[in-house]
């Protein structure tokens, strides 16, 4: 039988099917429950056919991993059932359309048969598993009244009239408790990330659609009147960040966001934004490639190529997210960040952040804040890169009573070009003068989360969504899991302060060459990666069994 | 010069780009005289001899990136709707590296004006053949000439939906005057071709001061006429080239569209 406060179901179907939103439904009802959900999206590049799942954890504390252990499936057609039923820990805990899905045991649900008595749409077969489970696990039908009204817009009352039907019919199995209110809601990483842009008093959001960050994009598009975001799609990336940087030099705050690929085509105007002190935020959701590689699996591979990203001699923040609520709280830093210093700051997410649904706490809204600028007033001649103690040159728009000049080129103070030795060497220690204010200002913040047993002398650095099975790993063996929040300017010495003592340091992540590895030995920070590079995440259970055999 | 900052201009002598210097400084100061106010104007300029129009303007102004001036323009007209947006770019800079943007601010009907430098090479490199170079052009990367041909960028932007199209010539300075600040009161994209021959690798002008001819269209809302006049001179055939405002009309702005879906 299912443990009551950690299971796993695995709904799945092919494309078009609507997988999506039936996970989505079940992590609500669980959430509405005061269960802690993380949902796991697994998805094709196609539209129609192939094969499609969600898997919904749910527990009675954080958990953000997945486990190869599933405890309900859930088919919308054969094949689920077929890929999935060796990894039930209890046979009978499958759930079917048994107009569908024929010779199969298990909780059979004559769902084409019932939609269509009701007088229902196809479509609605999904509300008929969904609450066959709901009844199976013993959860009050109000619960499931409750989401589908808040989450279901159209048809709601034959809806619910279908769902009451399936759920008079099916037999209770066992019953699933309610707990308190835990207090979280559900978020994906990329709509984590826009509500902290959002309140960072994001003004514009421009992208050209590329998994995984269209649906940060269909997110502003959206949400454009309730968030005061403009959002807009161009030509190109490069239209993208172009635009961005003139609607930041306009005086609006604006992000941008893409892949690896589309990024690529950012790189220039990362460079530009540098020299011109253009402030700006770019997310970069990492999925497998190379090229065009697997657009819907995950791979952190682009570790190396953001570090790098940008011509001539430069230094940017790169801050790193492991889950939604990172990006929420990060997403809100960095656009801050990248206004009071001026230059790009660039939100490292992968795609199993930005696609999968964390819970986040309601507490963590309350972090976020809109920092101000340094915005000029005086009443004298405005020079644009004015030299400063901290680095830092006042703002101001055009449109104003000042006049602003911005250049890629080198320049002088007021912004016209210059190819002087003097002035062009004072230009590049004013910029690079801003990272050393930067860097005290990161004194003060929280750059490096540390977890688990503070005295073990095994850590775990953990690399973006690898975060949350380090945490169980480090649970489940005693370890210490050390998690930088910034990987440029990189907090040095608060890594070596929760190094220390630290014998054994392990990396975990998702590329085949070691990335952060390599990148932690130039900060004499060494650590055996471990790997994977499947597309998918870490499985506790895999990470379990590597473990047992280290000798530790 | 009204609008001049303390830098040293270190355009060729006698290079046509100061013709379009000193042409954009007198429409402006006769667009204050008329109203307008100089704080408004953002200058956006890409890379290239065009591009030194940054430098020498004191006013608002972006010095981008090559081929791209025309995206930032956008994201900032779209950002302060105010502003009047005026791009400088060049024939390489626009015609070759970023012409996406060209056609796609076209297509929205951007309220940005955008004043092309063609000299028909990219000259800051040391003369290469670009998008609007004669077939056979003889430059450092094609010494045997260049083997494909022009095209039309009027043809290109009529097609993708400019709502402004004309074309000057350095050589003509009042026309050239008139016609930018047509161009700087046209609400839309305004899209003004000046031929501006690059005196040092490739001087046409006396091409230009012999075949170039004024024009007024009697139907300057016809695509159909815009078409055919500007069909005239094709960059390749040896025709007369005419000069002047070839198509001209009303249609909301990308920002006004942008906007109507917007409550806040």
């Known amino acids: 039988m299912l443990k009551l406060n950690d299971f796993t179901i695995l709904i799945g179907g092919e494309a078009g099917q609507g997988t999506r939103l039936a996970g989505n439904l079940i992590a609500n009802i669980f959430n509405k429950l005061g269960y802690f959900v993380y949902v796991y999206e697994d998805y094709q590049s196609l539209i129609r056919g192939g094969h499609n799942f969600s898997e919904i954890r749910v527990c009675n504390e954080k958990k953000i991993s997945r486990k190869e252990k599933i405890d309900v499936l859930i088919g919308l057609d054969k094949n689920t059932i077929s890929l999935h039923k060796s990894r039930l820990s209890n046979g009978d805990l499958i759930i079917f359309n048994g107009d569908r899905v024929k010779g199969e045991k298990g909780i059979q649900v004559l769902s084409d048969k019932i939609v269509k008595e009701e007088g229902g749409i196809p479509q609605m077969v999904n509300v008929t598993l969904i609450s066959a489970l709901v009844k199976v696990l013993g959860v009050p039908f109000d619960i499931l009244e409750q989401v589908l009204k808040e989450r279901i817009k159209r048809g709601i009352d034959l809806n619910l009239k279908i769902a009451k039907r399936v759920y008079d019919e099916v037999e209770k199995k066992i019953e699933v408790l309610r707990l308190r209110e835990n207090n979280s809601i559900l978020l994906t990483g990329n709509e984590a990330t826009g509500f902290g842009l959002a309140i960072a008093g994001l003004e514009f959001y421009f992208a050209y659609p590329m998994t995984p960050l269209t649906s940060l994009l269909n997110f502003f598009s959206q949400r454009k009147n309730e968030l005061k975001v403009n959002v807009f799609q161009p030509e190109s990336e490069i239209s993208v960040i172009n635009m961005a940087l003139g609607s930041a030099f306009a005086g609006k705050r604006s992000a941008v966001g893409s892949s690896g690929g589309g990024f690529a085509l950012m790189v220039e105007a990362i460079s530009l934004a540098l020299q011109a002190e253009i402030p700006i935020l770019i997310v970069e959701g990492q999925r497998a490639g190379p090229s065009t590689g697997m657009p819907t699996y995950n791979l952190q591979g682009d570790l190396f190529f953001v570090f790098g990203a940008g011509h001539g001699d430069i230094q940017k923040v790169i801050l790193h997210p492991g889950d939604a609520e990172d990006c929420l709280y990060l997403a809100n830093l960095g656009l801050n960040l990248a206004w009071k210093y001026q230059l790009p700051v660039i939100l490292l997410t992968d795609k199993d952040i930005a696609e999968n649904t964390f819970p986040v706490y309601k507490t963590m809204f309350n972090k976020l804040k809109k920092e101000e600028a340094k915005i000029f007033q005086a009443n004298e001649e405005y020079l644009r890169y004015k030299i400063t103690e901290d680095g830092i040159s006042y703002l101001a728009f055009p449109g104003s009573e000042y006049i602003v000049k911005v250049n890629s080129y080198e320049h002088d103070e007021k912004g016209i070009t210059t190819e002087d030795e003097i002035i062009c060497s004072k230009m590049h220690e004013k910029r690079r003068k801003k990272f050393e204010t930067l860097k005290k200002e990161m004194e003060t913040l929280e750059t490096v989360k540390i977890y688990g047993n503070l005295k073990s002398n095994v850590a775990l650095i953990p690399l973006g969504i690898c975060k949350g099975v380090a945490l169980e790993i480090a649970e489940e063996f005693g370890f210490k899991v050390i998690f930088p929040y910034f990987l440029s300017p990189f907090p040095e010495n608060k890594m070596k302060e929760a190094l220390a003592g630290v014998e054994k340091i392990y990396t975990l992540e998702l590329n085949s060459t070691g990335q952060l590895s390599t990148y932690l030995k130039m900060f004499d920070i060494k650590a055996q990666p471990i790997l994977k590079y499947t597309g998918r995440p870490f499985i506790f259970e895999e990470l379990r069994e590597k473990f047992k055999n280290y000798e530790i | ?264």
């Open chain 2, 1 to 264: 010069m009204k609008y001049k900052t303390y830098c040293k201009p270190t355009w060729c002598p006698a290079c046509p780009d100061f013709l379009i210097w000193k042409c954009f400084d007198d429409v402006l100061s006769q667009l204050e005289n008329e109203g307008f106010s100089s704080k408004n104007f953002v200058v956006v300029a890409g890379i290239g001899c065009h591009g030194k129009i940054f430098d020498y303007l004191n006013l608002n102004s972006f010095y981008g990136l090559h081929g791209r001036a025309i995206a930032t323009a956008q994201g900032i007209k779209l950002a302060n709707p105010k502003l009047n947006v005026v791009c400088f770019v060049g024939d390489g800079d626009t015609y070759n590296e970023g012409i996406e943007h060209l056609i796609f601010a076209a297509k929205r009907n951007a309220d940005i004006k955008v004043f092309v430098h063609d000299n028909r090479t990219f000259a800051l490199t040391i003369c290469q053949y670009t998008g609007t170079s004669p077939k056979g052009f003889k430059g450092s990367s094609t010494p045997e000439g260049s083997i494909d041909e022009p095209f039309n960028p009027l043809e290109i932007v009529l097609s993708a939906g400019a709502t402004f199209i004309a074309r000057a010539f350095t050589g003509h300075f009042d026309h050239m005057k008139k016609v930018m600040k047509e161009a700087i009161l046209h609400k839309g994209f305004a899209f003004v071709e000046i031929l501006q021959p690059c005196i040092t690798f490739f001087d046409m002008t006396p091409i230009y001061k012999e075949r170039t001819y004024m024009f007024e269209s009697e139907n300057v809302e016809s695509k159909e006429k815009a078409l055919e006049k500007i069909k005239e001179w094709d960059y390749k055939n040896g025709n007369k080239i005419p000069i002047g405002i070839f198509y001209k009309t009303k249609k909301s702005t990308f920002e006004e569209e942008f906007f109507k879906s917007s409550q806040f």
